[in-house]
């Protein structure tokens, strides 16, 4: 399982690298076409969904690595089953969050799927819009793997006394 987030976190991460390229790229094209008096009305639009995209990814892969949402003071001064279980509240308000994100999420890309950018008719928001569930799920499936974890950690502990 753990190899299987492995990889996840890296499409994740190579997802959301290549977004920070798309978002810089579009931004010099952006000051290039700008300095040379032309102006190009899509980069603005490009430039803050590839943002956008770039950020959720990074969101759920900071969830995956713990960086996220933390009590660090209490992390930090705890030991044992306190911590696990401090741990394990953490990961349960996490669930319960990203669990309203997702259902949210998929109710605003129902919504808001035909709309299109209004700098490139062709392009339909809901390729925005998606990066949201993609977050709050893989933030879910990220967040399960570390409470079994916890819970694997809990039983080894108790086995130990």
Same mark, same amino acid.
């Given at each position: ?14 997802? #959301? ?11 010099? =094209? ?5 300095? =040379?008096? !032309? ?12 943002? $956008?995209?770039?950020?959720?990814? #990074?969101?759920? !892969? ?15 001064? =705890? ?6 279980? =401090? ?15 997702? $259902? ?44 079994? #974890? ?12």
């Amino acid at each position: 399982m753990r190899k299987w987030v492995g990889t996840l976190e890296k499409i994740q991460i190579s997802i #959301g690298i290549a977004f920070l390229f798309i978002f810089f790229g579009v931004i010099v =094209l952006q000051i290039i076409t700008r300095y =040379l008096g !032309v102006s190009v009305i899509w980069t603005e639009e490009a430039a803050n969904y590839s943002f $956008i995209w770039a950020v959720f990814m #990074g969101a759920a !892969v900071m969830v995956n690595r713990r960086e996220h949402f933390n009590f660090d003071f209490l992390v930090q001064k =705890l030991q044992g089953k306190k911590k696990i279980y =401090l741990q394990l509240f953490n990961d349960t308000v996490l669930v319960l969050f990203n669990l309203c994100i997702f $259902i949210l999420g998929i109710q605003v890309v129902q919504e808001f799927w035909s709309y299109t950018w209004s700098s490139i008719p062709e392009m339909k928001m809901g390729y925005v819009w998606i990066a949201i569930p993609i977050m709050a799920g893989t933030m879910l499936i990220y967040t399960l793997v570390h409470m079994a #974890g916890h819970i694997q950690s809990l039983r080894g502990q108790e086995v130990h006394e």
